[in-house]
């Protein structure tokens, strides 16, 4: 499982850990203790952090996510999507758990955060981003079937949004191809995946 993250900006007026930023609230589903690294960083950088605790793929948690987002920083200009999960599975292995894993989290936590982030930016116009991949765009990689998928339905999600919201919020994706992040480190792809990877990237290394 990646490290998934739902990264909100609050007032900034660029990325998170960019100067410029000035309030970071952060959704982990892992202990907030472990976010605190993050936190220290986004606080150094942006001036002010939380972590929240939440499952984003959980209507009340994402309530909860914004509510207390709100209550520490008063509004909300920018929502990054960020918050996923990736597990091979040859199409000979694919579950229903895991189809419903990738699904929920990638696909359906991205709806109902974009859905409540509509609501706190209260009219003043907001930003949503959405972090994809070029899986979503291109053929998979092997074992990556579903990913693959889900992260196409965030593509369509996000052109869909973009014109319902138009006037109300920006909407746009960024789909990288693999980078060395911990979420990589944790699922410790192997030499020959690797090669395979940077074989189909313009640049031919990995991120």
């Keep these: 499982m990646l490290p998934s993250y739902t990264v909100l900006p609050m007032r900034a007026t660029a990325p998170p850990m960019i100067p410029g930023s000035t309030r970071v609230s952060t959704c982990t589903c892992r202990p907030v203790a472990r976010a605190r690294p993050f936190v220290n960083a986004a606080t150094r950088s942006c001036g002010k952090a939380i972590a929240v605790k939440a499952n984003v793929a959980k209507q009340a948690d994402i309530e909860r996510l914004f509510a207390e987002t709100r209550a520490a920083f008063g509004a909300l200009d920018i929502l990054v999507n960020n918050a996923g999960i990736y597990a091979a599975a040859p199409v000979g292995t694919i579950t229903e ?10 696909v359906l936590g991205l709806i109902l955060a974009s859905q409540e982030a509509v609501k706190h930016f209260d009219g003043r116009g907001g930003n949503i981003i959405n972090i994809s991949s070029v899986v979503g ?14 992260k196409a339905a965030v593509e369509s999600i996000t052109r869909g949004l973009a014109f319902e919201l138009a006037g109300r919020a920006r909407v746009n994706s960024i789909a990288p191809g693999m980078v060395e992040t911990e979420g990589l480190g944790h699922l410790n792809p192997d030499d020959g995946f690797k090669g395979y990877v940077v074989s189909r990237s313009a640049v031919k290394r990995l991120g």
């Design 137 to 150: 765009i291109t053929p998979a990689s092997p074992g990556g079937l579903v990913y693959s998928a889900s």
């Design 97 to 106: 758990e895991g189809f419903h894993r990738h699904f929920d989290l990638n």
